[in-house]
């Protein structure tokens, strides 16, 4: 006979299980879209969904390509067993668009009368601003109740410490400095890898600190790139036979700029390496998953709970709301002490 465990023993703690969601706003059926550059992770997010909408007797709407499949109407009903087997797949199942038509009233007025032909009571807008823009303006002139979940690699959006594939994009890109560092290093040779980020150095950052680079340019430091020149100079008289400097997209004239910037000024060879899409790509980190995956779940509660307009977001390990003009309003910055971080340990 097993004996029973002392009186004063921990007790497990009271943890939450899946309880059912009041439904104040009476939602019926949601729609739900992926839009703009794909991130991974997103499939979490749509999986999510539509788990909890079915969990809780919502239905749920796929619309294909973004807002482009919206305003033509490229809608099916989806269920728990179409999301099957998609959380550790990359890309978008839904599909993905940048539309120009949805820029115009017309499209918008189109997309809207597809929602309400398909009865839908409220729609979840996975992407970056630009997305959030497209569903900010169908409220706004249609009363469709939108809720953004943050899914870009760019890490970019204000209300969020971390945007769904930005783990995942860093950890890519991150491989790759490190077998670029293994010719690099046999040849003794700079080598200048570019990172994504049209707008934003985030990815550039971590990357570089992760990545032990000599130097990182991001455009929110739009330093003149001759600075380079002497850090390169000084690296050499220091000993090091190799370098690896990091550049966002979004610096003025790109890692190009900065290599001829090199070669110009010490006469060295340098080799640049434009990482690109294959950023975007690949099985998303389990970061990005659970990301996805809480933020998908508090979207319909949002959308159940009346809310509407914002983008739900994670903050210090809590979900909060962030109205979605203040997602591209207000501007996330990247770490100061990240930066200082990354000159610290250069030398
Ligand atoms: O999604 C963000 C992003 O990957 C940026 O980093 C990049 O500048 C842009 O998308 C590229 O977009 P496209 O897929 O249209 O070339």
């Known amino acids: 006979m097993s004996e029973l465990p002392p009186a004063d023993l921990p007790q497990p703690p009271d943890l939450p299980h899946a309880e059912p969601h009041p439904n104040p706003a009476g ?13 991974p992770g997103m499939n979490a997010a749509i999986r999510a969904v539509v788990r909890t909408a079915t969990h ?72 970056g601003d630009g997305s959030f823009h497209g569903g900010y303006y169908l409220q706004q002139e249609h009363g469709v109740p939108i809720i953004g979940i943050p899914g870009t690699i760019d890490n970019d959006l204000y209300g969020t410490d971390h945007t ?11 491989g790759a400095v490190d ?4 010719t690099g290093a046999s040849h003794e040779r700079i080598f200048v890898i570019e990172v994504m980020g049209r707008h934003a150095g985030h990815i550039a ?48 004239g790109g890692a190009q700029g900065v290599a001829s910037a090199i070669e110009a000024g010490t006469g060295l060879e340098t080799r640049v390496s434009i990482l690109g899409h294959i950023q975007r790509g690949g099985s998303p980190v389990s970061s990005d998953r659970v990301l996805a995956s809480r933020l998908g779940e508090a979207a319909v509660y949002a959308l159940m709970d009346g809310t509407a307009g914002v983008m739900v977001g994670r903050v210090n390990g809590e979900v909060i709301h962030t109205p979605l003009h203040e997602t591209w309003e207000r501007r996330k910055d990247v770490s100061r002490d990240l930066y200082r971080c990354a000159k610290t340990l250069s030398i």
């Open 56 to 127: 809780h007797g919502v239905e749920v709407v796929g619309v294909r390509r973004g807002f482009s499949g919206l305003h033509r109407g490229d809608l099916r009903m989806i269920g728990p067993r179409d999301v099957a087997n998609t959380i550790q797949r990359g890309g978008t199942v839904l599909l993905t668009a940048r539309s120009k038509t949805w820029r115009t009233p017309e499209g918008r007025a189109s997309g809207a009368a597809h929602l309400r032909e398909w009865g839908v009571d409220g729609l979840v807008v996975i992407g």
């Open 205 to 252: 950052l971590e990357v570089a600190v992760a990545g032990g680079a000599e130097e990182v340019f991001i455009p929110e430091d739009p330093k003149p790139v001759d600075g380079v020149v002497q850090i390169v100079k000084d690296s050499v008289a220091k000993g090091k036979a190799s370098s690896i400097i990091i550049v966002a997209e979004g610096y003025p």
């Open 27 to 39: 939602i019926k059926r949601l729609a739900v879209l992926t839009s703009g550059g794909d991130a």
């Open 164 to 174: 769904i594939g930005y783990f995942t994009a860093v950890e890519t890109a991150l």
């Open 179 to 182: 077998r670029l560092r293994d």
